[in-house]
């Protein structure tokens, strides 16, 4: 029964995750866009991803500009873009790694950005971890339902914001860059 009920909630879990990407990509979210300061948003982000940090041996550093870093868009979404993308470097990265949470400027466009110091993804990989229920080899023996990055991907496409992903020399590093806000 407890078996059942596990894969009860993981499939309801699946659903959720892909209702909400659909709302997202219907693009119901606008109306709810506000300028919003990046580095506030990664602050309280930070303070409640370090103690699972701590707990797991890693180190979660935050990293924020000294001048605002303002985006035109739904502050819940945002947060759930900096979270997914924290909460996926703490669970695909080994004790001793140092994730970096940031709220910057990119080539002068407002970013949000997290990189580590883990194993990193396989160039050729790089671009199917936004595919809905992709799971690359090394994390199939973890949690999840493969659909964290697909919803950042959305999240972002909704804000007129590109998502990368790159080598970080060791690890990988994600970017949002988003558009600037209108004046």
């Known amino acids: 029964a407890e078996a059942a009920l596990a894969q009860t909630e993981d499939i309801i879990s699946t659903f959720n995750a892909l209702l909400?990407?659909?709302q997202i990509e219907a693009g119901d979210r606008r109306e709810r866009f506000q300028r919003t300061d990046l580095r506030s948003l990664v602050t309280n982000v930070h303070e409640a991803f370090e103690p699972s940090a701590e707990d797991a041996g890693?180190?979660?550093q935050l990293k924020t500009s000294d001048q605002p870093?303002?985006?035109?868009?739904?502050p819940d979404l945002l947060m759930q873009l900096a979270s997914n993308l924290v909460e996926n470097a703490l669970r695909h990265t080994p004790k001793g790694t140092t994730i970096a949470l940031e709220a910057t400027y990119l080539g002068g466009l407002p970013?949000?950005?997290?990189s580590d110091t883990g194993p990193g993804i396989a160039s050729e990989d790089r671009e199917k971890v936004f595919r809905r229920f992709y799971r690359g080899e090394k994390s199939r023996t973890t949690g999840g339902n493969g659909l964290g990055l697909s919803l950042c991907k959305a999240i972002t496409e909704l804000h007129h914001a590109n998502l990368e992903v790159s080598d970080n020399h060791p690890g990988l590093r994600i970017e949002a860059r988003f558009p600037p806000p209108a004046k």
């Open 69 to 74: 870093v303002t985006v035109l868009g739904d």
């Open 20 to 22: 909400r990407i659909a």
């Open 111 to 114: 970013a949000l950005c997290v």
């Open 58 to 60: 890693q180190f979660l």
